[in-house]
């Protein structure tokens, strides 16, 4: 098959997916190129099945933890292989309506590997004869790559990255988590709830050191109530794989054995390098530059998602799919403000954030008064037994703008939208939340910060 199509979008993940969508919505005839399955890094070895595992995880703490709320539950205990099947039906239910639903849009789906030859020429490598198409606009969406550690290598088997900590055969006895970030923490709840001996070793001084100091402090209070070891300003030094296991060194000369390493210390941007060397496009470091369009610096080509390393979010993708999409079909759209796109984090508990911390406000010099709510003192909270966590509100004193939200707690992450509404607005809002639920935790921060005089 070849052809002509008015925009190619190279990648099926959360940001191609949405962009060739999108770029149909807008009239255009469209295709996407995907080398693997529909859905890409989020659907497949992501977004999904983690929270997959991660709910059942919630259940089984749920179950272990029922007679404080009155309930006798003899035993509760994995059943890891229906865990692991659950788990891939939903990834492939979502794979198979994904492509259905791409079909049915009128979206040209081609199988291969894409590389772009010229700025309106792609060519497909399959396993059968390569293809080459055609197309006026080019979107890449080729996502990301775990970063390795040099002297640490994956095998796949006792040194795993998080794909195959998704799909173990067994749950270990133990595991030693590089990386204290998102993937590592989302993990060690995983894999504790299980009954896992989890121990994350963190270089930096906090866990989640993406998030405020606090944030930090409280997840490793939490963590250590569901038995994680937490070893934060801590480096490994060496892993020594013996197959079944490995030992662990760390810098201060402590080893620790483990039956199976995490290494998780972030994710690279994945781009095809024929086609970097084609176009000369121009690179910000291993990421595609983009401008506020998200057109490279080649016209005509645009490109979103971890490709251009900007937020490494499913959602961060499909936001910048649609500026690209715009853009691509005749439109004019710039990409918002990145602190408005909400940062969530599926830990138990929850962690989720938008707009400026504290800190960020602090170091721009803003005068800004921290308004506080406490899930101990609500009533939804203590009835789910669940009361661990806080929202801190930023309000910055001389305009009175809610500037930034950060959240600690159950359900945290279903509130952030309505959060980030709140951000850039004026004044106390005007909202009246009911009773009773989590989010009257959200308006006692705001109570808080609009009682502080400046
Ligand atoms: P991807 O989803 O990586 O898709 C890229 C696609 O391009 C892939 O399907 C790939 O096969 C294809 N491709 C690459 N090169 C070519 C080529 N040359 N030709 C054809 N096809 C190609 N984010 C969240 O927002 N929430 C979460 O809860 C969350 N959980 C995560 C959990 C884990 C364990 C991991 C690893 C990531 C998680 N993320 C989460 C991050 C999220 O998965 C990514 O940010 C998101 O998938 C990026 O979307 P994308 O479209 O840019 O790229
Ligand atoms: P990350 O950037 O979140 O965390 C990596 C951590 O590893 C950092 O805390 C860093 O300080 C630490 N680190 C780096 N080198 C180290 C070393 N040698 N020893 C010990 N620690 C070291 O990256 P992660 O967790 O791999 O996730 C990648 C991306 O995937 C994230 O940026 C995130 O955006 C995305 N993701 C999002 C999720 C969500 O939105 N809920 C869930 C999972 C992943």
């Not at 121990?199 to 038995?227: C, D, H, N, S, Y």
């Amino acid at each position: 098959m070849s052809g002509r199509f008015d925009v190619v979008v190279i990648g099926a993940g959360p940001g191609g997916a949405r962009a060739a969508r999108r770029c149909r919505q807008y009239g255009a005839s469209v295709a996407i190129v995907e080398k693997h399955y529909f859905g890409g890094t989020c659907l497949n070895y992501g977004c999904i099945p983690s929270k997959a595992l991660l709910s059942s995880a919630h259940t089984l703490l749920a179950a272990k933890h029922a007679a404080q709320v009155g309930i006798d539950i003899p035993s509760a205990a994995p059943n890891w292989p229906n865990i692991q099947q659950r788990k891939d039906s939903i990834v492939t239910g979502f794979r198979k309506h994904m492509a259905a639903s791409a079909e049915a849009n009128d979206i040209t789906i081609f199988r291969g590997t894409a590389s772009i030859t010229a700025p309106d020429t792609i060519k497909i490598e399959t396993d059968e004869k390569p293809t080459e198409i055609n197309a006026d606009k080019i979107i890449i969406a080729t996502g990301s790559e775990p970063i390795p550690i040099p002297n640490i290598p994956v095998d796949g088997q006792t040194v795993i990255g998080s794909k195959q900590a998704l799909s173990l055969p067994e749950i270990p006895q133990s595991m030693v988590i590089i990386g204290g970030g998102v993937i590592g923490c989302e993990m060690a709840c995983i894999y504790a709830a299980m009954g896992t001996k989890v121990t994350i070793v963190e270089a930096l001084a906090q866990l989640i050191p993406m998030e405020e100091q606090w944030v930090g402090r409280l997840i490793e209070r939490e963590f250590k109530k569901l038995g994680i070891d937490s070893l934060t300003s801590c480096k490994v030094t060496s892993v020594e794989n013996t197959g079944a296991s490995a030992k662990v060194t760390l810098e201060d000369g402590q080893a620790i054995d483990a039956e199976k390493v995490l290494v998780s210390v972030g994710r690279k941007p994945l781009v095809d390098k024929q086609t970097i060397e084609a176009l000369n496009l121009q690179m910000n470091g291993q990421a595609i530059s983009v401008d506020e369009k998200m057109q490279t610096s080649v016209p005509g080509v645009y490109a979103i998602g971890d490709a251009v390393g900007t937020t490494f979010l499913a959602h961060g993708a499909s936001t910048e799919a649609e500026v690209a999409a715009a853009n691509a079909t005749g439109g004019d759209r710039t990409m918002t403000d990145y602190s408005l796109i909400p940062r969530v984090i599926f830990t138990f508990p929850e962690i989720a954030s938008v707009g400026k911390s504290e800190d960020t406000c602090k170091s721009e010099g803003l005068d800004v008064s921290v308004g506080k709510g406490f899930f101990k003192v609500n009533g939804r909270s203590v009835a789910q037994n669940q009361t661990a966590g806080q929202i801190r509100l930023v309000r910055e004193n001389a305009t009175n703008k809610i500037l930034g939200i950060t959240m600690v707690g159950q359900m945290v992450t279903e509130l952030i939208a309505f959060a980030a509404s709140l951000i850039n607005t004026t004044g106390k809002p005007d909202i009246t939340f009911p009773h009773p639920t989590v989010s009257e935790t959200l308006e006692d921060a705001i109570e808080d910060a609009f009682a502080q005089s400046s």
